[in-house]
């Protein structure tokens, strides 16, 4: 006998798991060999902050900020320092 393990992730706002695990566990059964055993269980809930969740997404779904339209976008244009040569010293070589 071999055991085959396989691991689900659902992402959604809200889900009942146990319904989830109950549909899953029968759709095996009634897909398998008889004498084949199921065991279909929850591992939790993971909750993630709106970082955590772009970084999830793209690692286990494949969908980047840009595909799903939250990217961050810049507000402020990137600016340089500018110092005249009167106050410049040794900890700005060159200027």
């Known amino acids: 006998m071999k055991a085959y393990s ?7 706002d809200s889900l009942d798991t146990d319904e989830v695990t109950s549909f899953v566990s ?9 004498e084949a055993l199921v065991l279909v269980k929850s591992d939790g ?3 993630y902050s709106e970082q ?6 793209q690692r ?4 980047d900020v840009k595909q799903a339209g939250d990217a961050h976008k810049a507000t402020q244009a990137k600016t ?7 106050t410049a010293d040794a900890i700005l070589p060159g200027v």
Not at 6 to 12: C, E, K, L, Y
Not at 26 to 34: D, R
Not at 52 to 57: D, I, Q, S
Not at 80 to 86: A, P, Q, Y
């Open 6 to 12: 396989f691991n689900i992730t659902v992402a959604s």
């Open 26 to 34: 029968a759709s095996l059964e009634e897909h398998l060999p008889e």
């Open 45 to 47: 809930v993971k909750q």
């Open 52 to 57: 955590g969740w772009k970084v999830a997404r």
């Open 60 to 63: 286990k779904f494949g969908i």
């Open 80 to 86: 340089e320092l500018h110092v005249s040569s009167e």
